[in-house]
């Protein structure tokens, strides 16, 4: 899975769906983070987050955030 243009069509969904401070968190976010494997495990978790608290982030996203969770399970990472 390239995680990354996950991550990039993700932010550009919730862009267009007009949560723009969603959008916003997770690009600054992504743009703190030093590697890879801390990039993956700190935007799913927040992701995680998004789609447990908000119904209509759920709906817009929460399947390729299932998939990102899984993908993290798949390598050995664990997201809570």
């Known amino acids: 899975m ?4 996950k991550i990039d069509h993700i932010i550009e969904v919730l862009a267009g769906a007009n949560e723009l401070g969603c959008s916003e968190e997770l690009t600054e976010l992504k743009s703190s983070v030093s590697t890879g494997s801390e ?10 987050q998004m789609i447990e608290q908000d119904e209509k982030i759920e709906g817009l996203i929460g399947e390729e955030v299932r998939d990102l969770v899984f993908f993290c399970d798949s390598i050995g990472l664990s997201i809570k």
């Open 39 to 48: 990039l993956l495990m700190a935007v799913t978790h927040r992701l995680k």
């Open 2 to 5: 390239n995680y990354l243009l």
